[in-house]
């Protein structure tokens, strides 16, 4: 399936590794979630999900099933991290999250599975089939649906309504505020560059090639690292050809794929591509996958190694 690197496998890895999080608008989010944080002391209390459904909960949820990477990184960063009792198989930060039993590929899940093990809620997503969730509900489990993250405020919001769920409200704005925290830090590195670099983002390569447009939560990293995106004069995630990024001309290249066994090198080694700056440069690299592309609380650090990998001279 990663040889092929169709269509198809293309919906699993964006949901899998870059959908995963939630959010339906900003203002929504932010204002049910603050709302909803003032009743999590209550031994009854409620919270609304990003379908809109009110969800009530007795007392504090004791184990929960994630079906999301993005939100199980919320739970740890949350520290509630070992109430979960199933997760995806892309969950693998923190190094905990490994051990927890696997009942979702993160675009389908193991409804008996999550029904046997009990839990006291399921936090959910939207993407998909919305009858998906129904077996569960039918078993009486608490779901609560939260919609994936497009930009920073989303990721808060996203914190704000799970710290809500599990009674940790004051926790959950700790978290944001570190978050907050990181990205003024970084920020603060790179304001002071006048002429921004043009970089290409890669995140599927030859020979279906796609890229991070406008309107997706990497151009808001790259916003936030101070680099201008080649194609952010496209939407969505698109797909480009060799001679799109030729004429683009970037003067940086980062990729996020990790599933070929020298990523780099085959960019380098691209014909045609001897003419881009970044090639002639070497200035092809890396990044983390999962934290490059995974609306959570690690946000800061995806935006800090964007801003190395493009200016390292400012963090020496």
Not at 177 to 201: G, R
Request: with cysteine; net charge negative.
């Amino acid at each position: 399936m990663k040889k092929l690197f169709n269509v198809q496998w293309l919906t699993v890895l964006f949901l899998a590794m870059i959908l995963a999080g939630c959010g339906t608008s900003v203002d929504t989010k932010n204002k049910d979630a603050s709302q909803d944080t003032q009743q999590t002391e209550q031994t009854n209390y409620k919270v609304t999900d990003d379908r809109g459904v009110e969800i009530e909960f007795k007392e504090v949820p004791k184990t929960v099933v994630s079906l999301q990477p993005s939100n199980t990184e919320i739970l740890f960063a949350l520290g509630v991290g070992d109430k979960i009792v199933g997760a995806t198989e892309y969950d693998t930060y923190p190094e905990e999250a490994q051990k927890i039993e696997r009942v979702s590929d993160s675009v389908n899940f193991n409804s008996e599975r999550i029904i046997a093990l009990k839990p006291d809620v399921v936090i959910a997503y939207t993407i998909g089939d919305k009858e998906a969730m129904k077996p569960l509900e039918d078993a009486g489990i608490k779901v609560f649906v939260i919609q994936s993250a497009a930009t920073f405020d989303d990721v808060y919001g996203d914190i704000e309504q799970i710290a809500a769920v599990m009674g940790v409200a004051d926790k959950g704005n700790e978290v944001n505020e570190e978050i907050k925290a990181k990205l003024a830090d970084v920020k603060a590195k790179v304001k002071e560059v006048k002429a921004p670099k043009n970089v290409y983002l890669e995140i599927s390569p030859k020979p279906d090639i796609y890229t991070a447009g406008s309107g997706t939560f990497q151009q808001e990293i790259l916003d936030a690292a101070n680099v201008k995106n080649v194609f952010s004069d496209l939407s969505s995630w698109a797909q480009v050809s060799e001679e799109d990024v030729i004429v683009k001309n970037p003067d940086v290249i980062l990729t996020t794929v990790n599933y070929t066994e020298d990523p780099i090198g085959e960019i380098l080694a691209r014909d045609g591509w001897n003419t881009v700056t970044a090639v002639q440069n070497k200035a092809v690299q890396t990044l983390d996958t999962d934290i490059s592309n995974r609306p959570g609380p690690r946000i800061g650090e995806a935006v800090e190694l964007v801003a190395k990998a493009v200016y390292p001279e400012l963090f020496k």
